[in-house]
C-alpha cells in the first residue's frame, strides 16, 4: 500500500438529479422534485418496482418518494420512462437490449428488469419490464486530487485499475482521473484516448461530451471497448489509454496489447480488493504480464470515499 487517505466527495449541483428525474412520468417526477436541494444533491440512483412505490437511494440508502394518492409504479409507468430515456419506444428498446441497461443524455444509465427472452443460453431482449434502475450520472471535479502524483511515483500514469463494488464510486472517480491529466493538473498535460463503449464517462450528444474529460482527450463512444482501445492506440496517437469496466477476454487482450505500445493505462473493475480482483483468471493474467501493476481502491459511499493506492502482484499465480 502506498497511501491512504479520504477524499470528499463534494457537493455537485442538483441539476444532475432534476436531468435524470425528468426521465420519469409526470406522477412519479413530482414526487422526486419535492425532494430537499441537499438530498437531490447526494442521490445515487431512482429505482421503480411494479407494486411498489418509486424510491430514491441516498447513501444511507433507499428511501420511498411520494406519489400522487400514494399510488404504487405500474408497468405503464416502466413503459413510458424507457420510451422518454430513450425517445423511442419501449418495444424498440428492449429488442436491443442486451446487457441490461441503456444510457442516455447526460450519461444516466437505465438498468432494466424483467423476463428475459433467451436463445441458445444469450439475451436476446427483455420481454416484460418489473423494475428499471436510474443511476445518475455525477461529475465530481477534484475527487481524484492526489491520485496522479502517487501514480507518478510508482512509476507510470497507467497500468492501474481502480477498485470497487457496483456503485462505488470508480466511474466518477476515473471520470475525474482523466480530466487532470489531460488538462496538466498535477503533471503534464497528457494525450488521453477513451474507450466509452456504455457513454457514461463523455456522456456524448451529438459528438459533444456533455462531462468535461479535459482539453487533450479523444473519445469514441458506443464502440465495444476491445474494438475501440485499439483504433484509439492506432488512429489517436495517446498517451494513455482509458476505458471503464474491464470484463472480458477480448477487452483483456486489447489492454494487453496497448500496454506493450507504450501507452499508460488506466480501467475499472468490480472487486473489493487487489485479493479479490486475482481470484479472477482474466485479471491474474494481466497482472502476472505486468499489464496491470497498481490499483486505486475505493471504500465508503456518500460524502466520503476512501482510497489507497496497492501494487498488484501475482506471487504464487504466475
Known sequence: MLSTMIVPIREEAAERFSQAASLLPKGLRQGAERLS??????????????????????????????????????SEDLRLTLEIATQASAHAVLDRVREGYVTVRGGHRVGLCGSAVCENGVIRTIGTLSSLAIRIAKEVPGVAEGIRPLLKEAGAVGGTVILAPPGGGKTTLLRDLIRRISDGIEGPPLRVGVADERGELAAMFHGTPMNDLGAHTDVLDGCPKAEALTLLLRAMTPQVLAADEVASAEDAAALEEASGCGTALLCTAHAVNPQDLLRRPLFQRLVCRGVLTQAVVLTGRGGTRRWRLAGLEGDGLC
Open 37 to 74: 436541494r441537499s438530498d437531490k444533491a447526494r442521490a445515487e440512483e431512482l429505482r421503480l418496482r411494479i407494486g411498489r412505490l418509486p424510491t430514491v437511494t441516498l447513501p444511507e440508502g433507499e428511501i420511498p418518494l411520494a406519489t400522487d394518492g400514494g399510488q404504487p409504479v405500474t
